[in-house]
């Protein structure tokens, strides 16, 4: 009826007495032919608004922006608007190794829910590149929102963070089947707190710290052992507690930190670019609106990229010579990470572990000697040393006592992120050997999961791929 007044079929009076005759034959109707008119006005505003957003966004696809949008068959509504910018493009194809999604509301008066996809940069920034607005949250939308991003990217995350939604989870599963899914912890605790609010009362925070300590346990065999106590002990939550279970390799740190997560592990950073956005749109805003607020947002993102790199030139030498020439080539943000690991390296110390072939080291910290690590270093190897840390693999900190310049865990954090992208070229055309220089016999830290690699002495830095991810793109 509302397509019909628009080319001038019907008029308000006629559509108040088909409403009234046709649903409503036996119920009194209390609508009024003001009410009709102000739904037709509401409906013609929201349908030039539709087609003033797409022409914007066609002007912007001469300038490097690329977008798709789907109307509804029947009413020709806004269903689904996809749309992202030349810098959304260049960061996800330089750090596509963590992506996280998320959708937030009330920022537009379609109602729609907003979805952002956004990465981590090597400078440890938060860097916002694709949107979508979708009529709905369910399996269709969600597949065809990831379906426009795997399109105009032409690159498919490694490892992504979500807030668990099933809907959403399902379309990854299709879209992205060898992607690392992950789940945010953050959004975890906040459902389990509502869930065992009522059951647990007064117990609950003794049940969640309790759960954070086994969730945080890094090897697998004792993490299953300890949960498998967690459920005995606290009945109460048992049920919830077998459905996390089945999700384990998603959120347990003994299975998740096998991979480079850029130190990442909730979508909170994303959060905080939702409350961004929030603050410059409101819940009855524009589609038009929506655009200036994320450029407003992109704004303050180029304000902060040129701070961390003023921060990242003018950054202090350390005062070890052995990392110095690492610091050369890594942003600010990863200098940070590595002058710390190389400050607590001090604090540790290194023993042969005995009962095991050679190359096995047990590493503690000189203040908790019967809490170690176990480091097996391969000289001839690099790729299959390890440490029961994990840290060079999902911090991607490099070692202190190797020669770090080429180490695959650097990439990430190069000044330069063309240089990461090359590397991956030529790690996917031959398999590089490392060269390790051993200089002492020390403890283990970071480097895998934050991608700054950094391993105290005798550390390994088999995943060193990672360092690279911190360069800074210099400017041309």
Known sequence: MLELNEIGMLSCSQIKTLIEQEHFPDVAVTWTLRDVQNLLLKSSVKSRETNDFVKLLKEKSKHGWSFNFQLNDDTLRLERVFWISPNGKEKYVQFNDVLQIDATYKTNRFGMPLVLFTVIDNHGLTVLTARCLLSNEQFDSYSWALQQFRYYTNRDPIVLFTDGDMELARAIKVIWPNAIHLLCRFHISQNMTRALAGSLSANLSEFMNEFW??????????????????????????????????????????????????????????????????????????????????????????????????????APASMDPLINDALHTLTNYAQVLLKAESGMSLSYTCLVDASKDEGYFLVSHKDFPQKFRVVRLSIGTIEQSTCSCRKAIWLGISVKQWTISQSSSILHWLRDPTQKLEARKTEQAEKKRFSIRLKRKSACTLATGLGVGYNLNPIHTSQMIQLVRWSEVEST
């Open 213 to 314: 300590r086994v969730g945080s346990i890094e090897e697998i065999d004792v993490f299953e052992m300890e949960f498998s106590t967690l459920k005995t002990k606290w009945q109460a939550a048992e049920s919830y507690l077998r459905a996390l279970e089945a999700k384990k390799k998603q959120w347990a740190f003994a299975y998740t930190h096998n991979n480079f997560v850029a130190g990442v592990s909730s979508t909170q950073r994303q959060e905080m670019v939702n409350g961004q956005i929030k603050s410059a749109l409101l819940s009855n805003s524009s589609l038009m609106r929506i655009i200036d607020g994320f450029e407003a947002v992109e704004t303050r993102s180029r304000d902060k990229l040129s701070q961390a790199s003023l921060s990242t030139k003018f």
